[in-house]
């Protein structure tokens, strides 16, 4: 298994407070990814990373943001936490080269309840 | 605009038969595809992948077909188990395009492998 963590696994917010999550991993991949994953929807990307301090947005941005100060570690920001960020988000890593960049690797997952 | 659809959100088969899961796309710039397998409280793993050049790719149980033509992609299991029960996505890429790495994912179907 890659080895990718994801803190905290759960957590409970009030609306309107900032929330950061944290990936972690130790795989030394280049690229790095925030999905979101609600019914009906299937996963959705946030935000992704290819490589320290270079991100891009996702389909489903707005009012997240991420940072990447060290090729381990990809932190997704929630500035203002509203119910419809109640959901799982899933942290992906890969490899940057050939078709191994597709073939991504999820942690475990954080449920965020946003009250 | 759901470009990667998975119509059948349940799917129910009895051991030792075939498991078929089907999925749909709309974009034409999509030129990767994969399988990827999710149990509950655990991030999805990859399954299998398949490109664009190819119209079938074989890895053990699971055979993945692409029809082009019909945007159409499906993953066979064969013989199902019931260690095979779980959340099944698909996930398509513009790997030629500049969305390098970016998956966009269906809603996902759940198949039950009954004993």
């Known amino acids: 298994d890659a080895g990718i963590t994801q803190s905290p696994r759960h957590k409970v917010t009030e609306t309107g407070t900032p929330v950061t999550l944290r990936c972690h991993q130790t795989e030394n991949h280049r690229y790095m990814y925030w999905y979101r994953q609600d019914p009906g929807h299937g996963l959705r990307l946030i935000h992704y990373?290819?490589?320290?301090?270079?991100?891009d947005k996702g389909e489903v941005s707005d009012g997240y943001s991420v940072s990447r100060s060290k090729t381990e570690d990809f932190l997704l920001t929630l500035e203002s936490a509203t119910s419809s960020q109640t959901s799982v988000y899933f942290c992906?890593?890969?490899?940057?080269?050939?078709?191994?960049?597709?073939?991504?690797?999820f942690g475990p997952g954080t449920r965020l309840t946003v009250t | 605009d759901q470009q990667v659809k998975q119509n059948s959100p349940s799917l129910s088969v009895q051991e030792g038969r075939i498991s078929i899961l089907n999925c749909d796309y709309t974009?034409?710039?999509?030129?990767?595809f994969l399988w990827y397998k999710k149990y509950p409280a655990e991030g999805p793993t990859f399954l299998i992948s398949?490109?664009?050049?190819?119209d079938k790719n074989e890895d053990g149980r699971f055979t993945v077909f692409l029809n082009k033509s019909a945007k159409h992609l499906s993953l066979h299991i064969v013989p199902s188990q019931p260690g095979d029960s779980a959340v099944y996505f698909c996930a398509a890429n513009n790997a030629g395009g500049t969305s390098y790495g970016k998956l966009t994912f269906g809603q996902g179907t759940i198949l039950t492998v009954h004993p």
């Open positions: 992906a890593i890969s490899e940057s080269m050939g078709q191994k960049a597709y073939e991504q690797y």
């Open positions: 990373s290819y490589g320290v301090k270079d991100t």
């Open positions: 974009n034409s710039m999509f030129d990767y």
């Open positions: 398949i490109s664009s050049i190819k």
